[in-house]
């Protein structure tokens, strides 16, 4: 199975000069763990995550006043849509990160992340684009 099979592909946004605080807000309004970081005057796109976050506010430091761009993952490797997932989980275990941003032809396209790979390869029948819905007994 391909990146591109599990991947997701309505990706969050933010730049680097944003505060944490609006991205942390913007991440648990989508639910996701990351955001891709994307700068016109940049190399590339970057990636903020709630790890990123959390050893921010860790330090004591105002999420009302750090910005993005100062906390997000130095380390960033870059995924195809090719890549298979077996790939993909290995970079992720060998760089030590839950992420990583899917580029085609330049431009981010997704990204996918270790919770993604796992649903893939769950024995319960999950399948990657079919979504999963879970219930709590009240």
Known sequence: MQVREAMTKVVLTVGPGHTLRRAAEQMAKRNVGAAV?????G??????????????????????????????????????????????AAAMVRGGFRHLVVVEHGEPSGIISMRDIVRCWTDDGAICDVPVVTSHAG
């Open 37 to 41: 970081v994307l700068d016109p005057d």
């Open 43 to 88: 190399m590339g796109p970057g990636i903020l995550t709630e790890r990123d976050i959390l050893h921010s506010i860790a330090r004591g430091q105002d999420a009302d006043c750090e910005a993005v761009g100062d906390h997000q993952s130095g380390d960033l490797m870059l995924a195809t849509p090719e890549w298979s997932l077996e790939q993909a």
